[in-house]
């Protein structure tokens, strides 16, 4: 399993705009993409971390083709939203103690 952190500074006034893109997002690259999802954490008022996994790294490098026409919007919107986006962390996972509550 392969795991990438992203940071997002977003705009006070972008807060809902950024949160519906996000949420979009995320469900697209799940579905078309290979992704397995992703968890956003709440920082302070306009600092987010986002925790995304994949099955592997070469998934993650190649997504992005096979995503819908929508994607580009939601894409500027998420941008449009952010003051900063960065990619901190490329990881392959060692082990994993999570629980899964969803089972």
Known sequence: MFAV??????KAEKRDSFLQAW???TLLIRE???????RLHQCS????V??????????WTNAGANLP???TEIR???KDSC???????QMEMVDNLLLNLDD
């Open 5 to 10: 952190v992203y940071s997002f500074k977003i």
């Open 83 to 89: 003051e900063e986006m960065k990619t901190i962390y």
């Open 32 to 38: 078309y993409e290979g992704g397995l999802g992703s």
């Open 45 to 48: 008022d306009t600092d987010y």
């Open 23 to 25: 949420s979009e997002m």
């Open 76 to 78: 500027k919107q998420m």
């Open 50 to 59: 986002a925790y995304a996994q994949w099955p592997d790294e070469n998934t």
């Open 69 to 71: 026409e929508i994607a």
